[in-house]
């Protein structure tokens, strides 16, 4: 596992965009760390880094501020925002080198391991992978 670090060649017009790259949440860290070992057993998958919930907010929580005051042909501005607002209840995240992994493959492991969401940036789409539902998630905090 890496440490998780946003170079400039993830960001695009100041968004996260990292093409080729997955990002995915989990309920704390200990959560996306046991999914980091799991990741990892799959086949074709690059490096893994676990970002914190106090790495995700240093991240992104300046960034999605100055970017969501912009228009947006995308929904990056929207995902940062997301993921400060999940890492400020708690939540960690992964992001995961694709490489040659498949990704229905990886969205199997995410979902067997407890993802809140994923997703996956390829060039000019972001695919969502896991996205769970109000009452998927209320199940998954012991709510319902």
Not at 14 to 32: N, Q, R, S, V
């Amino acid at each position: 596992m890496n440490a998780f670090a946003v170079p400039s060649s993830h960001l695009s017009m100041g968004a996260y965009y990292p093409k080729g790259h997955l990002f995915a949440m989990f309920a704390d860290t200990k959560a996306a760390e046991a999914a980091a070992l799991k990741v990892n057993e799959v086949e074709g998958v690059g490096a893994v880094a676990v970002a914190t919930p106090q790495a995700i907010i240093a991240a992104f929580s300046e960034r999605a501020a100055e970017v969501g005051g912009m228009p947006s042909v995308g929904r990056e501005d929207q995902f940062m925002a997301r993921y400060v607002e999940l890492a400020q209840s708690g939540k960690a995240g992964l992001l995961i080198e694709v490489a040659d992994a498949t990704p229905e493959g990886l969205s199997q492991t995410l979902l067997a391991c407890g993802a809140w969401l994923a997703y996956y940036y390829r060039a000019l789409i972001i695919e969502e992978l896991v996205e769970l539902t109000l009452r998927t998630e209320g199940a998954a905090a012991g709510k319902l």
